[in-house]
C-alpha cells in the first residue's frame, strides 16, 4: 500500500469513528449550546490536539506502553476515570447552585475561557486510555513499508483532525439554529445536569471495563 492509499483507507476508518456519537460529540454540544462558538471551538481544538499527539506518540512508538505495561494502563485508565467523574460532578453541581449565566461561566468556558475549554478538550482525549489502544492497533497497519514512521504517523493523525473539524464545525452550526431556544435558564440547567450524566456514564464505563 502506498501513502496516498493509506491516507485514503485511514480516513474511511476513522471517519466512521468520527460520526460515532462519543464523549467528545457531547462536550462540543454541550459547550456550544450553553457557552457558544467561541469555547466551543476551543474545546474542539483541545480534542484534536490530543489526537494529533496520539497519532505523533503512536508512531514514535512510546504508546505501546500502553498494550505492554499493565501497569501504564491502568495508571492511564484511573486517572481519565477520576477527570470524568469530576468533570461530571462539577457539570451536576454548578446546573444545581445557580441559574443560566453561572452554569454558562462555570462551565468549560468560562467567562473568557477559551484556554480552559481548550484544557478540558485535551485532557479529555489525552486520558482517555481507548485513543491510545485504538492507535496502537490501527496505526502501523497503515504506515507503508519505508516511510518514516513519526511523519506518516503525524499526517494519517492530521486526517483524523481534519475530519474531527469538519463534524465539529457541523455540530457548532447546528447548535448555533436551536440556540435561541435553548438558551433559556431551565433549558440550560436541564441540559448541564445531561451532559453532566452523560460525562460521569462514560467515567462508570471506562472503570468497569476489562483491563
Known amino acids: 500500500m502506498d501513502v496516498y492509499g493509506s491516507i485514503a483507507s485511514f480516513a474511511v476508518v476513522v471517519g466512521f469513528l ?23 471551538w476551543a474545546v474542539v481544538l483541545g480534542i484534536q490536539a490530543g489526537t494529533l499527539v496520539w497519532g505523533v506518540v503512536t508512531a514514535a512508538g512510546l504508546s505501546a506502553l500502553l498494550s505492554t505495561s499493565r501497569l501504564a494502563y491502568e495508571v492511564l485508565r484511573w486517572a481519565g476515570v477520576a477527570y470524568l467523574m469530576w468533570m461530571g460532578g462539577q457539570m451536576l453541581w454548578h446546573s444545581r447552585r445557580g441559574g443560566a449565566g453561572e452554569t454558562a461561566a ?9 484556554w480552559p475549554a481548550f484544557r478540558r478538550g485535551l485532557l479529555t482525549n489525552l486520558l482517555n486510555p481507548k485513543m ?9 497497519q497503515f504506515i507503508p513499508d519505508g516511510a518514516p514512521h513519526v511523519a506518516m504517523g503525524a499526517l494519517l493523525a492530521g486526517v483524523h483532525v481534519c475530519e474531527g473539524l469538519l463534524w465539529s464545525a457541523l455540530l ?3 447548535t448555533g439554529l436551536v440556540r435561541g431556544w435553548l438558551s433559556r435558564p431551565p433549558v440550560k440547567r436541564g441540559l448541564d445536569r445531561l451532559t453532566g450524566l452523560v460525562v460521569i456514564g462514560f467515567g462508570l464505563r471506562l472503570a468497569t471495563q476489562p483491563s
Open 18 to 40: 468520527t460520526l460515532t456519537p462519543g464523549l467528545d460529540t457531547a462536550l462540543i454540544l454541550r459547550t456550544s449550546l450553553l457557552a457558544g462558538r467561541r469555547p466551543a
Open 172 to 174: 457548532i452550526g447546528f
Open 132 to 140: 491510545g489502544v485504538f492507535y496502537i492497533a490501527m496505526l502501523p
Open 106 to 114: 462555570s462551565g468549560p468556558s468560562g467567562r473568557d475561557g477559551s
